[in-house]
């Protein structure tokens, strides 16, 4: 698979695509820009963030922002309150336990189901 390839097909953005899979946990890939994604935490689940293209600013609750850029790789911690914005189009790949809620407890008009991220 070349993860470029298949994010050239990808047109939503703050919509995560199941990849693929290992074990219990999934490999996401997204396209981010703007500022839609609301502060959320994942109660149970650490989230780990790639960035493949572009420039990330993440916010993390108790620490200054900062900028990711591409070859970039964070991981936040469960409970950790964060969020995620781009000024222009960011491509990333997120690597999550198959139970992580989208924006955690948090809905919003952005927020997809993991059917949703499935198709």
Known sequence: MNIQDYL????GYFSPKVIGE???????????????IPWHNHKNEDEAFFIL??????????KDPFKMREGDFYIVK?????RVSSKDECQIMLIENKSTAHT?????SVTKSIEEQLG
């Not at 469960?78 to 964060?82: C, D, I």
Request: aromatic share 6%; no cysteine; hydrophobic share 30%.
């Open 8 to 11: 050239s097909k990808v047109s």
């Open 22 to 36: 290992v074990n219990d946990v999934y490999v996401k890939v997204a396209k981010i820009k703007g500022e839609d």
């Open 53 to 62: 293209k572009g420039e990330l600013l993440f916010e993390e609750e108790g």
């Open 78 to 82: 469960k409970g950790v309150n964060h």
């Open 104 to 108: 955690g407890d948090v809905k919003s």
